[in-house]
């Protein structure tokens, strides 16, 4: 569940950065391209200029993968909790979603086979852990 | 630094002469100089600037989590507890709540004044959320004021890192900014998990920290239990030949109850025959260590501000009763937020090493306590 939409989010990042970035990036994709063109011409100049344009590329390109990176640290995902019910009298176990109300030990709703007064017995959420870092301990 | 590298890179560059002898080697002659200079004189102020920008990237969402929690709450009073009025105004004065702690020049009876302000403040608490919240229920009220608390520790935290942030900016002080870019890997961390534990108080799931109230639950399951000091239950049951009291406080609703005069109280109810206790609760894992992984000890096996930890051990004295302690290792995170897989599975576990405990330590026919400590938010009996 992610608390807030994206949208919402993304109204936090202010237009005007976000134009000076592309404006940055329109110069610097400018320069390096009249840089190239005058590379066997004039190459003193030509180094000059594509240096400037590779640097005004590279800063740009950082400071969006930052924008990205802030942005998605501002959601806040909660796995989903699930509740399993079973029966005590058959072992009939049926796992479905949490719903406010329920409890751990709560009587629900009776068996479907046995038609015996069913119980939740757990309620927990699972999280796919990432692989392990390598590390030797 | 970065810069320094570059610099000294393209003055390299320009000693190989790329250029020729050209005026372009000359500027950047003196702009490598005047970098140099400028991070002798500005670096430490530069630094200060970088470790700025890290503590507002984390204000922000620190904001953003106090802002979400504080709506949460709203809206869970709205749909709980159904006001007549919009509760929101009550909520942002309750969210400003403090408690002062007794004094401590002269320690002698500090914790009974302790325990009375933590009483007073319970009380005033309940009293709070019943008024922003008439309709709920007792286990509604509960968790209502669980959630409170959650939004409360979520505004107090983005005060305190604000503080330090508004506090460095305005002095210039490398040092104020530090302390604070220093713990807040470990703040955000906490932050985040009041943020996943303010749905699951919401919603009355039950948390990490109710480890301990499970593994009761599940002992004490299917036996007639009786209330036993304030918001705690316990159940006679027959374990491996022994007696077992076994105490818990009282679910579903969101609540910790006072373990410690329920423990008190039922060594005095047997006049102090008692041949063990043993207490289970969740405790803090260090990194390295699996979620879920059960150890065992010695010592009263419980947190909070160290009220019922002092009674517990003032009864055990008392008697000369033995302690023991079975803990679920968990990180501050897992505590409290929604239970976790790995945890609910740790519970067998901990009943064998109970049992084992108890069949190691105790003569059959004796009688045991076992008190499974924390809150039993969705967890019944």
Not at chain 1, 102 to 115: L, M, T
Request: charged fraction near 25%.
């Amino acid at each position: 569940m992610t608390m807030e939409s994206s949208n919402n989010q993304r109204s936090k990042v202010s237009s005007s950065a976000i134009l000076t970035l592309f404006m940055v990036l329109f110069l610097s994709l400018v320069a390096l391209a009249y840089g190239a063109s005058i590379l066997e011409t004039q190459p003193e100049i030509a180094y000059f200029v594509l240096l400037f344009g590779f640097l005004g590329a590279a800063v740009v390109l950082y400071t969006l993968i930052q924008m990205k990176r802030r942005l998605s640290r501002l959601k806040i995902v909660i796995p989903p909790v699930t509740t399993t019910i079973e029966c005590r009298k058959c072992g009939f176990k049926n796992v479905r979603e949490f719903q406010p109300g329920d409890y751990i030990f709560k009587e629900v709703e009776p068996c479907q086979k046995c038609n015996d007064k069913m119980l939740i017995t757990a309620i927990y959420r699972e999280i796919k852990e990432k692989e392990k870092d390598r590390f030797p301990f | 630094m970065n810069t320094i590298g570059l610099m000294l890179g393209l003055q390299n560059q320009v000693a190989q002469n790329p250029f020729g002898d050209s005026s372009i080697s000359w500027i950047l002659n003196v702009l490598f100089y005047a970098v140099f200079v400028i991070f002798i004189f500005y670096g430490q102020r530069l630094q200060m600037v970088v470790m700025l920008r890290e503590v507002e990237g984390s204000l922000y969402k620190l904001k953003y989590i106090k802002e979400e929690g504080r709506k949460i709450t709203v809206q869970t009073i709205k749909e709980i507890g159904k006001p007549q009025a919009d509760p929101a105004a009550r909520v942002d004065r309750f969210l400003e709540y403090f408690t002062i702690s007794p004094q401590g020049l002269d320690p002698a009876g500090i914790v009974w004044k302790l325990e009375h302000i933590l009483d007073v403040r319970d009380v005033r608490f309940k009293d709070e959320v019943k008024l922003m919240a008439p309709s709920a229920n007792e286990t509604q009220t509960n968790n209502l004021e669980n959630t409170l608390e959650a939004a409360m520790a979520l505004n107090y935290i983005y005060k305190v890192v604000r503080h330090y942030y508004l506090l460095g900016k305005k002095t210039y002080s490398l040092y104020v900014v530090m302390q604070i870019q220093m713990i807040l890997p470990m703040v955000m961390k906490e932050a985040e998990a009041y943020a996943s534990a303010l749905k699951a108080f919401a919603y009355g799931q039950p948390i990490g920290d109710g480890a301990g109230a499970l593994v009761a639950a599940k002992l004490l399951h299917g036996h007639e239990t009786r209330k036993i000091a304030k918001d705690c239950v316990v159940a006679t049951v027959p374990f491996e030949g022994r007696t077992a009291y076994v105490i818990k406080a009282e679910g579903p609703g969101g609540n910790v109850g006072k373990p410690g005069d329920a423990i008190k109280e039922v060594i005095e109810e047997n006049d102090g025959k008692i041949a063990t206790v043993v207490m289970i609760d969740a405790a803090l894992k260090l990194e390295g260590e699996n979620l879920g992984e059960v150890a065992e000890g010695v010592g009263a096996a419980i947190g909070g501000p160290g009220v019922d930890q002092y009674k517990i051990e003032e009864s055990l004295v008392k008697y000369h009763i033995p302690i023991n302690a079975v803990i679920v290792k968990e990180d501050v995170g897992d505590a409290v937020s929604p239970l976790r897989k790995e945890i609910f599975d740790s519970v067998e576990n901990v009943i064998e090493r109970i049992k084992q405990v108890v069949l190691e330590r105790t003569k059959e026919g004796d009688k045991v306590i076992i008190a499974g400590i924390g809150n039993t938010i969705g967890i019944g009996q």
